[in-house]
């Protein structure tokens, strides 16, 4: 499980995207960043939901026995409901799952609380919160894209500050403590906007992994988002 939202809407979640970290030595990227960040963000990806292939269950297995970070899933995967269990086995913290690749959101969002994980719903930049509204009640936290998934090194898609904040407002509106992720593109350049706009989970992939000294970059990030 990760700390609910509450306890810790003030303080930014840094959680940079293991997806750009060296994979010859990803014990070694994990132990940079591990006094800095606040939760390892994991992308999975399967070749349909998205054009890329990415890794799975052996990599979170991995790293739940290395790392004492929190492990956050991110399922861009087609019909993710069969691979809940896995990844909970597997070692997840939290399971975020994609509205567009899961027509029966209720029932997953159940089965990963059932699992003993937090239960996520992530949204393509094309896909409108209406889709999550009725699920709401299911959830701890909706991962808005600020790309089109499928790969690290994106840039971040203008005017996607306006939908962290419509979403914001609906979750205060209803009273819904639930931790509100972004993901895709972020920079020091641009993440104070996106944590005023609502965000207090920000994922970071190339803007940490990619520069000489990981955890100076998230510094950094913590730096310029006040
Ligand atoms: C994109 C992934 C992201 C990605 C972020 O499909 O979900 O988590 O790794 O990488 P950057 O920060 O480089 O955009
Ligand atoms: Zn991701």
């Not at 509204?133 to 203008?158: A, H, K, R």
């Not at 609906?170 to 009273?175: F, G, R, S, T």
Request: negative net charge; contains cysteine.
């Amino acid at each position: 499980m990760l700390p609910g939202y509450q306890e810790t809407k003030d303080h930014l979640l840094i959680c940079p995207s293991i997806l750009s970290a060296d994979f010859t030595a990803l014990g070694a990227s994990v132990d940079q960043i591990a006094q800095d960040a606040d939760i390892l963000h994991i992308d999975v990806m399967d070749g349909h939901f998205v054009p890329n292939i990415s890794f799975g269950m052996p990599i979170v297995k991995a790293l739940a026995g290395y790392s004492d970070l929190p492990l956050d899933v991110h399922l861009m995967i087609e019909n993710p409901i069969i691979w809940i269990d896995r990844f909970a086995e597997a070692g997840a913290d939290s399971i975020v799952l994609h509205a567009e690749a899961c027509p029966h959101l209720q029932r997953a969002l159940q089965q990963i609380r059932d699992a003993g994980c937090t239960p996520g719903v992530a949204l393509n930049p094309g896909t409108s919160l209406s889709t999550i509204e009725e699920v709401l009640p299911f959830l701890d936290m909706v991962l808005l894209m600020t790309v089109n998934p499928g790969y690290g090194g994106q840039s971040y898609i203008p005017g996607m500050q306006d939908k962290i904040r419509r979403l914001r407002r609906l979750l205060d509106a209803q009273n819904h403590a639930v931790h509100l992720q972004i993901d895709g593109g972020v920079y020091p350049a641009n993440i104070k906007e996106n944590r005023e706009a609502g965000a207090n989970m920000i994922v970071v992939g190339s803007a940490v992994f990619n520069q000489p000294d990981p955890a100076e970059a998230i510094r950094q990030l913590r730096k310029c988002s006040q």
